[in-house]
């Protein structure tokens, strides 16, 4: 979790990383950003499910032969996925004769699961330390975040003094064809940034239109970016300075998106944070107190412009709060105890021709009281390392409400389940210091083998 992983100069290793790394981010970035849009151009997304599966296959056989690592941890999160998608093809198969679709999606990112733990796996035979090993497995997906924040704002940058037009190179990228079909242009700026014609959020900036980096709508930037950086904050080696730095730079990309959802999830981020240390804190008390001081200035100063924001979002010129709304209300109001699963497009699901079914909901509810619950436990760690990536969980848990069924459609909660979380269950349940190559001053006396 480095920001530079502890890479030997070997060369052959080299190439090896670079080859885990090309798969982690090619895979995690399906339904996120245009990576693989420039790749397969037009090819149906039906298509590019079976193109995916088997690239994992070739890559598999590449770096691992046949072998499979045994699975030494499995957390029960991934149980009660595994029943949510068990029961998806079920309904599929029953109500509309025709389960192939999600099977072969659940097929990739099962596989892709595979691919990730056989990573960990090899790299800590190599390195003799899990730590290191999760710490390499993790840092593709810190790079491409810290990448999409630098594109946003050397973007903003270079339109601001007009160095680039933001209307020029028009794209019509398949992941951004919904929102195409409903009015919003979409460029590609001396192929920088994707940016869209639709109205800046902060008229302080200028008239500035909207940046989002390789992904297609604010929201899902932040929704990307944003769990990175309290996993860069996790890192006890990286200076002082150097977070801060971070922390600027983040809140800056979101002041540039502006995203409601992103906004009402990071002030739950940061009063949980704040709550943690002063419960924690021999003194915490003034914690608390200095945190409600700068939460009444925070409302004076910004205030109007959040709620006008959040009013403009949610009631005026979008359709943001129905459709979160209505993609939490279809997991929750099952109206037989069988339906149609959780996978279903949003056109279907506000159609109201549709229902998940009593099991699936019940699924669904289970899924996201113990992934909540886990998580606030490593929240409030006094372990400043599992706070933190714990606080990046948290984000990423709150914004993932907002796409509701669709989350179980993206490697990237799968990526966050066998990668970050399932390390912290591990690591918080044998009480060994979380992540302690990272500069814990107490490291030394951390023996990897206890994690068995």
Not at 363 to 383: A, E, G, P, Q, R
């Amino acid at each position: 979790m480095k920001l530079q992983p502890s890479i030997p100069s070997n060369k052959i290793f080299l190439k090896t990383y670079l080859f885990d790394a090309f798969i982690i981010l090619f895979i995690l970035t399906i339904n996120l950003t245009i990576i693989q849009d420039t790749v397969f151009g037009n090819i149906p997304f039906a298509y590019r499910i079976f193109i995916n599966s088997g690239i994992l296959i070739i890559a598999f056989f590449i770096r691992f032969r046949t072998k499979i690592f045994k699975i030494k941890y499995l957390p029960n999160i991934a149980i009660i996925l595994c029943a949510i998608w068990v029961m998806d093809i079920v309904q599929l198969v029953i109500f509309r004769s025709s389960g192939l679709h999600i099977t072969s999606l659940y097929i990739l990112i099962t596989l892709y699961a595979l691919y990730l733990y056989n990573c960990i796996e090899y790299y800590s035979i190599f390195f003799s330390s899990y730590k290191k090993s999760f710490e390499i497995v993790l840092s593709p997906y810190i790079y491409i975040s810290l990448y999409n924040v630098f594109i946003v704002i050397l973007a903003f940058i270079l339109i601001l003094l007009g160095v680039i037009q933001a209307n020029s190179n028009p794209v019509e990228y398949s992941l951004l064809t919904p929102n195409i079909n409903a009015g919003v242009d979409y460029f590609y700026p001396a192929h920088l940034s994707i940016v869209s014609a639709a109205e800046f959020r902060l008229s302080i900036l200028g008239d500035i239109p909207m940046i989002t980096g390789l992904t297609h709508e604010p929201h899902v930037l932040c929704f990307m970016v944003f769990p990175a950086l309290f996993f860069i904050l996790a890192n006890q080696n990286l200076k002082k300075r150097i977070k801060y730095l971070m922390i600027v730079v983040y809140s800056f990309v979101g002041l540039l998106c502006m995203s409601t959802t992103t906004i009402l999830c990071l002030i739950i981020v940061i009063i949980l944070h704040l709550l943690s240390n002063s419960l924690l804190q021999k003194r915490g008390y003034i914690t608390l107190i200095l945190a409600i001081v700068l939460i009444i200035v925070g409302y004076i100063l910004f205030g109007t412009i959040l709620k006008e924001v959040i009013l403009f979002k949610t009631t005026i010129a979008t359709g943001s709060r129905d459709y979160s709304s209505n993609m939490l209300l279809f997991m929750l109001t099952p109206k037989s105890i069988l339906g149609f699963g959780t996978v279903l497009a949003p056109q279907e699901i506000f159609s109201g021709k549709y229902q998940v079914g009593l099991i699936s909901s019940f699924l669904l509810i289970l899924f996201y009281m113990y992934f909540f619950i886990k998580i606030i436990t490593f929240v409030f760690s006094k372990n400043q390392i599992t706070h933190y990536i714990g606080l990046g969980l948290l984000y990423f848990s709150l914004h993932m409400l907002k796409l509701g069924n669709l989350i179980f459609e993206y490697p990237f909660l799968i990526f966050m389940i066998v990668v970050p979380f399932a390390y912290c269950q591990k690591l918080k349940r044998n009480n060994i210091l979380l992540y302690s190559a990272l500069g814990h001053p107490k490291a030394h006396y951390v023996v990897d083998n206890q994690i068995d």
